[in-house]
C-alpha cells in the first residue's frame, strides 16, 4: 500500500504542477 500511496503522490504532485503551469 505504502508504494501505491507513492504512485498517487506522484501524480497529484504533476496534475498541480501542470494546473499552476496553465494558471500562470
Known amino acids: 500500500i505504502s508504494?501505491?500511496?507513492?504512485?498517487?503522490?506522484e501524480e497529484l504532485l504533476e496534475n498541480v504542477m501542470l494546473i499552476a503551469e496553465v494558471e500562470e
Not at 508504494?3 to 503522490?9: F, S, T, V
Open 3 to 9: 508504494a501505491l500511496k507513492g504512485q498517487n503522490i
